[in-house]
Nanobody, 122 residues
Framework: QVPLVESGGGSVLTGGSLKLTCEPSRPIYNSNYMGWFRQAPGKAREAVAI????????SYRGKAQGRFTMSEDTAKDTFYLLMTNLEPEDTAMYFCGFGRLFSINVDDFNFWGQGTQVIVSS
């Protein structure tokens, strides 16, 4: 069973918006941080945004700053990534991950979902 489930991806035009959702499919212990990552074809998986699973401080990487917004519904144990003003360069498979560290390194995250595809066309 995949521990996390992402949804909300799709195809949009440049300037469009999407809201991704990440939900645990089962309880996940000892993981106080979650992150949104993306992987474009032929490229390594990279961090987009990182946050505590309890909310609070969030860190955005690169061009995600100012365009993407993380949020969470702790009552529902659900996490979101609102992406606005999307560009073709944002096209990738987007993943959420849970880990023990506030980190941008993929290796610091132990639990992953199957990903949700985002395609941005010009």
């Amino acid at each position: 069973q995949v521990p996390l489930v992402e949804s909300g991806g799709g195809s949009v035009l440049t300037g469009g918006s999407l809201k991704l959702t990440c939900e645990p499919s089962r309880p996940i212990y000892n993981s106080n941080y979650m992150g949104w990552f993306r992987q474009a074809p032929g490229k390594a998986r990279e961090a987009v945004a990182i946050s505590s699973t309890l909310g609070g401080h969030k860190s955005y990487r690169g061009k995600a700053q100012g365009r993407f917004t993380m949020s969470e519904d702790t009552a529902k144990d659900t996490f979101y990534l609102l992406m606005t003003n999307l560009e073709p360069e944002d096209t990738a498979m987007y993943f959420c991950g849970f880990g023990r560290l506030f980190s941008i390194n993929v290796d610091d995250f132990n639990f992953w979902g199957q990903g949700t595809q985002v395609i941005v066309s010009s």
